[in-house]
């Protein structure tokens, strides 16, 4: 079984400046992704693993390198722009890399630098959960979702109106009677390779699963983010262990 595990981390970050190597309780944000792909491969010594970074930033290559992650791969430009999608620039490393590697990957994991609350038991946990459905042509980590379309969340319609994002049937009058419902949390994915064979644009297929995690996990978007997981990895306020 051949694996790539991919790290994506764009150079120009809005809203928490530097953000992917800014220092999170002492190590880079980076840090923490790279370091959780390195333990994951020692727990999984049968699987060939290869660690490949995506970034237009020269920065970024340089922190990695310094945690162990080099790379001679650059992200082209047109992939690193604000509109850019993710998809894209993963199947432009994949490819990458397979030339380098020289090796066709049965499986890509792309872990998100800016969502690191996981844990090598969850990554363990997911790739079984993949593997054993093999209609499945892609996995992403989901958390229990705090609002529901079908209870409490509302679109404004072309008069201004608030309505249900979603039209539950008349027996649902609590959140508890709803159906259930989930985030995406964006902290990893796993895809098969023919996922980027055949050209999916969206992490979310008519072939999707979701791999529930049962503790926090949110990503970073704002400097109020960063500080929340900043007091919770450093506080020890987290009820699991990241490695």
Sequence with gaps: MNILITICARGGSKGVPNKNIRPLNGIPLIGYSIKTAQKLVE???????DLQLSTDSDKIITTAAELGLATTYKRPDKLATDTAGKIGAIADVVHFAEKNKKVIY?????????????????????????????????????????????????????????????????????????????????????YRRSFFTNGHQSAITDKSIAYLLKHICF?????????????????????????
Excluded at 43 to 49: A, E, K, R, S, T
Excluded at 150 to 168: C, H, R, S, W
Aim: glycine residues 2%; charged residues 20%; proline residues 4%.
């Design 43 to 49: 727990v999984l010594p049968d699987i060939n693993f």
């Design 219 to 243: 990503d970073i978007d704002n400097l109020l983010d960063f500080e929340l997981m900043e007091f919770l990895v450093g506080s020890n306020k987290l009820d699991f262990t990241l490695w």
């Design 106 to 190: 049965d499986f890509v994991l792309d872990l998100d630098a800016t969502a690191p609350l996981r844990t090598v038991e969850d990554l363990v946990g997911a790739y079984h959960t993949i593997l054993s459905n093999e209609n499945a042509l892609n996995l992403f980590s989901v958390s229990e979702a705090h609002r529901n379309p079908y209870f409490n969340m509302v679109e404004i319609d072309k008069n201004g109106f608030a309505t249900l994002v979603k039209q539950p049937d008349s027996s649902v009058l609590s959140r508890q009677k709803a159906p259930k419902v989930y985030d995406m949390n964006a902290s990893f994915y796993y």
